[in-house]
T-cell receptor, first 114, second 108 residues
């Protein structure tokens, strides 16, 4: 079975541009979460979606938005990119958003903002 | 605020045992998870503790004391492939709050 997939794997953008990152969860998983990982730090929670509804949002500006589609895949959008948005963006999926459920991470999208 | 503290680096030799500690201060706690990450790749789930005590999975064990807001990951029979970053994370209904990570170096 395929794990969590993310696209693209790498991306280079310039300040002020917009970016869309995509995530496909493990088959049967209905919950998707997004994390930002800056080099040398732990992942930081951005969003959690379940059944197409936003279930949680981390401490990120409104430039960050996301959505979940009927097939449970998800997109993360970042507008007006800043240099500080350069990071590894991770997507994680689980069957439901419950603590006992293991979250499985994708390989991430590495975003570089110049 | 919410914070998790773990050592930034740990070094050990092949075949040895190493313990990585994690203390946390969070509002709302449902469990403590541990993840392994090699060279910026996908974090891989290792263990989850919802209740006090020890959970054992092969060479890896994890312990939790909720009264002390403390947990640890124990790695036995260390192998070179265990060199990686290890993260503790408080689990809040599926939302993970991660520590800064501990970089484990295993030497021959």
């Amino acid at each position: 079975d395929a794990g969590v997939t993310q696209s693209p794997t790498h991306l280079i953008k310039t300040r002020g541009q917009h970016v869309t990152l995509r995530c496909s969860p493990i088959s049967g998983h209905k919950s998707v979460s997004w994390y930002q990982q800056v080099l040398g730090q732990g992942p930081q929670f951005i969003f959690q979606y379940y059944e197409k509804e936003e279930r949680g949002r981390g401490n990120f500006p409104d430039r960050f938005s996301a959505r979940q589609f009927p097939n449970y895949s998800s997109e993360l959008n970042v507008n007006a990119l800043l240099l500080g948005d350069s990071a590894l963006y991770l997507c994680a999926s689980s069957f439901i958003p419950r603590s006992q459920e293991t979250q499985y991470f994708g390989p991430g999208t590495r975003l570089l903002v110049l | 605020g919410q914070s998790l503290e773990q050592p930034s680096e740990v070094t050990a030799v092949e075949g040895a045992i190493v313990q990585i500690n994690c203390t946390y201060q969070t509002s709302g706690f449902y469990g403590l998870s541990w993840y392994q990450q090699h060279d910026g790749g996908a974090p891989t789930f290792l263990s989850y503790n919802a209740l006090d005590g020890l959970e054992e999975t092969g060479r890896f064990s994890s312990f939790l004391s909720r009264s002390d807001s403390y947990g640890y990951l124990l790695l036995q029979e260390l192998q070179m492939k265990d060199s990686a970053s290890y993260f503790c994370a408080v689990n809040q209904g599926g939302k993970l709050i991660f520590g800064q990570g501990t970089e484990l170096s295993v030497k021959p």
